[in-house]
C-alpha cells in the first residue's frame, strides 16, 4: 500500500499567517491526491481533490499544488476557523491511504 | 442532498464479529462512478481507510485487514455493510462511511461522511 507522510506534524501560526503543508507519497500517485480538514469530535472534510481542485464552499485562501510525490496545501491567510487538523490523501491505489496528519494550533 | 450515517453496536467484546451499516440518501450506488468507503479513526490518531465498494461491486480492502473484512451493498435499500472478524482492543476507533465519486479519470475524493459511530473493543 502507499504510505503518505506529512510534514510537518505540528504548526504552531497566528491569525493572518501564510502557513503550508507538504505530503510525500512512497511511490508516484500522478495527481491523484486529496486533502482534508478535520475538527476535534468531526468527521474529516474535503478541503481539495485532485491535487488543486476546491471543493465546493471551500474559501479561496485553500489552495493546493504538486505532483507525482510532492504535493502541498497552503492556506493563505489564517482565520480562527482554520485552526484543525490537515491530512493529505492519495486515491491513485484503489487501496486509499492517509498521512498521518498536521496539526495547526493557535501561536 | 445526500447523506450517510453509520449505525452498529458501541460495545463489542474481543474474538466478536462487528457488523457496521452505512444508509445513505441523494444518490444511488448503482450509478455508474459511485463508491462508498469505510474509514475509521483511533482516538487521537489519523484517518485509516478500510475498504471500498463501487457501482460495479468490486470490492477493495486494506491489505493489513483483507483477512479480516467484508463489505457489501444493498442498493435496494441504500446500505453498504461492513463486517469486521476477530475484534481486538485495538480495533477500537470511530468508524466512518464516506462516499466518492469517480468521473472517468478524475476521482473526486470522500466529500460526503457520515458523523461516525464509536466502537469500543472491550470485555
Known amino acids: 500500500d502507499i504510505q503518505m507522510t506529512q510534514s510537518p506534524s505540528s504548526l504552531s501560526a497566528s491569525v493572518g499567517d501564510r502557513v503550508t503543508i507538504t505530503c510525500r507519497p512512497s511511490q508516484s500517485i500522478s495527481t491523484y491526491l486529496n486533502w482534508y480538514q478535520q475538527n476535534p469530535g468531526k468527521a474529516p472534510k474535503l478541503l481539495i481533490y485532485?491535487?488543486?481542485s476546491l471543493q465546493s464552499g471551500v474559501p479561496s485562501r485553500f489552495s493546493g499544488s504538486g505532483s507525482v510525490t510532492d504535493f502541498t496545501l497552503t492556506i493563505s491567510s489564517l482565520q480562527p476557523e482554520d485552526f484543525a487538523t490537515y491530512y493529505c490523501?492519495?486515491?491513485?491505489?484503489?487501496?486509499?491511504?492517509f498521512g498521518q496528519g498536521t496539526k495547526l494550533e493557535i501561536k | 442532498q445526500v447523506t450517510l450515517r453509520e449505525s452498529g453496536p458501541a460495545l463489542v467484546k474481543p474474538t466478536q464479529t462487528l457488523t457496521l451499516t452505512c444508509t445513505f440518501s441523494?444518490?444511488?450506488?448503482?450509478?455508474?462512478?459511485?463508491?462508498v468507503n469505510w474509514v475509521r479513526q483511533p482516538p487521537g490518531k489519523a484517518p485509516e481507510w478500510l475498504a471500498l465498494?463501487?457501482?460495479?461491486?468490486?470490492?477493495y480492502y486494506i491489505t493489513s485487514l483483507k483477512t479480516r473484512l467484508h463489505i457489501s451493498k444493498d442498493s435496494s435499500k441504500n446500505q453498504v455493510v461492513l463486517t469486521m472478524t476477530n475484534m481486538d482492543p485495538v480495533d477500537t476507533a470511530t468508524y466512518y462511511c464516506a462516499r466518492t465519486t469517480i468521473v472517468g479519470a478524475t476521482n473526486y475524493g470522500m466529500d460526503v461522511w457520515g458523523q461516525g459511530t464509536t466502537v469500543t473493543v472491550s470485555s
Open positions: 485532485a491535487v488543486s
Open positions: 465498494i463501487d457501482w460495479d461491486d468490486d470490492k
Open positions: 441523494g444518490f444511488s450506488l448503482s450509478t455508474t462512478g459511485m463508491c
Open positions: 490523501q492519495q486515491s491513485y491505489s484503489t487501496l486509499y491511504s
